[in-house]
């Protein structure tokens, strides 16, 4: 079976087909591991039962080290071993068993023995996962083992500088995800945010599973609302830098900052059109009363699509680029619209709550993640947009809002407002996209606006 190849500058992830390399054994066959190789049995295939399928019981023993480790390399490893196991743990696609889990079996290094003890515990697969070190780089041999067949049905070999060790955790997750579940995994997305904590409000970035959090701008001013080019290469996002809140765009590979809206009192929540041509974003006019308008991603043929006396703001595009969702206040209180691209056939999608807004679509376009008032505070809720169906994600726990989609749609970002003894605080959490498994992603300052990218072009 062959996978999507993927490249970084430290990494060749090129396949190279190792068949005949023994299931049960770490061999050293093969051309140097300067790339990722495929050292999977290809007779052996994995039966996906439909979106029924209850999640894979995956047992991951302790990753074995080869030779001795240097302390940066087994650093590295540790590292390594501790985010792939969260990767997977993670995905919604397996149960893992780990060490601890698996301290109770004694195991006698014969494969048909020990395959029946981990068996024993209800396990179905086996992941096997070995490091070495040649010349100060970093190897990791990783194999996924049918227990039933005790055949080896995904494996593959990483060589790279210690310094990437999680890249290479969360390339490796990644492919174990895709394998067995046939959608790709969060593990190489990114998450932008904003946060506080450097006395001035910047846009960050951190990997999915919240690790690796560093400052794209360094405005020392306002900057927030961070919106992802579909491309993946930049961001555009809101900052008073100038003075009033003006729309930039940040290129992330070089960290050039380009204005694109800065005419005018207020320019705020962008939203790139899935092609990454166009950006609405909602503008105060002459009269002070906020629309939603459109424009080229330079900021050129800038057009006006709402004419409302209410607020209309937070304008979404959805995944087919006909649609956007906004906020509105026409009929009172703030509410989801959906209007085509062009600005007609405009409808009203929620009904429940006395304020609802920030609308985000799910990547198939069937659902809205939204923030709605029904009670006191904020919770997170769904809605279908053909049904107009909603419920609640949260209850309670503080203010919960500024939702989002990962690209795959199983999973939730959001901001939770709440005070302690120390006072009020702002994070960002994560939960899967009905509303459990529940995971609080930053700490440090007061974060919010959380937005995935999309998958790794």
């Not at 609308?359 to 069937?366: I, L, R, V």
Request: net charge neutral; aromatic share 8%; charged share 20%.
């Amino acid at each position: 079976m062959t996978l999507a190849s993927k490249t970084t500058a430290t990494i060749l992830l090129t396949f190279c087909a190792l068949w005949s390399l023994p299931g049960g054994a770490w061999s050293q066959q093969g051309p140097p591991p300067e790339e990722q190789e495929q050292l999977s049995d290809p007779e052996v295939s994995v039966v996906l039962e439909g979106r029924q399928r209850s999640r894979f019981r995956l047992a991951m023993p302790a990753l074995q080290a080869e030779g001795g480790l240097g302390p940066q390399v087994r650093s590295a490893a540790e590292q390594l071993e501790e985010t792939l196991r969260t990767d997977l743990d993670r995905s919604g696609v397996f149960d893992v068993q780990g060490p601890m889990q698996l301290s109770v079996l004694t195991l006698t290094g014969s494969d048909d023995r020990d395959f029946e003890l981990y068996r024993s515990l209800r396990n179905e697969l086996l992941l096997r996962a070995l490091v070495r070190q040649d010349e100060g780089r970093l190897i990791l041999e990783g194999r996924v083992y049918d227990l039933a067949s005790g055949k080896v049905v995904l494996g593959k070999r990483y060589r790279g500088d210690p310094s990437i060790a999680r890249r290479i955790a969360h390339t490796f997750a990644d492919e174990i995800i895709l394998y067995f579940s046939g959608r790709q995994g969060l593990a190489l997305t990114s998450i932008a945010f904003a946060s506080d904590r450097s006395s001035f409000k910047e846009v960050y970035l951190m990997d999915s599973d919240g690790a690796n959090q560093r400052p794209i701008t360094a405005h020392k001013s306002i900057s927030m609302s961070p919106e992802w080019n579909p491309n993946g290469r930049e961001l555009a996002y809101v900052s008073y830098y100038s003075g009033s809140p003006s729309i930039y765009l940040v290129d992330l590979s070089s960290g050039r900052k380009t204005p694109v809206i800065t005419t005018g009192s207020l320019n705020i929540s962008p939203s790139f059109s899935p092609d990454g041509k166009q950006m609405a974003f909602a503008r105060s006019i002459g009269n002070g009363n906020a629309e939603i308008f459109i424009c080229n991603r330079d900021g050129s043929n800038l057009q006006q699509l709402t004419h409302s006396s209410g607020i209309d703001t937070n304008p979404a595009w959805s995944p087919n680029k006909r649609e956007i969702a906004f906020t509105s206040s026409r009929t009172g209180s703030p509410q989801i619209y959906i209007m085509d691209a062009e600005g007609a056939n405009l409808r009203r999608v929620t009904f429940e709550g006395n304020y609802n807004d920030g609308a985000a679509w799910s990547p198939d376009g069937t659902r809205i993640v939204y923030a709605s008032r029904r009670t006191g505070s904020f919770d997170v809720a769904v809605a279908d947009v053909v049904t107009l169906e909603s419920r609640l994600l949260t209850n309670g726990g503080g203010s919960n809002e500024t939702p989002s989609f990962s690209p795959d749609g199983h999973r939730i970002l959001y901001t939770q407002k709440r005070t302690t003894r120390n006072g009020t605080t702002t994070q960002i959490f994560v939960m899967d996209a009905k509303g459990g498994n529940r995971q609080q992603l930053t700490t440090e300052g007061n974060n919010s606006a959380p937005v995935w990218s999309g998958f790794k072009k």
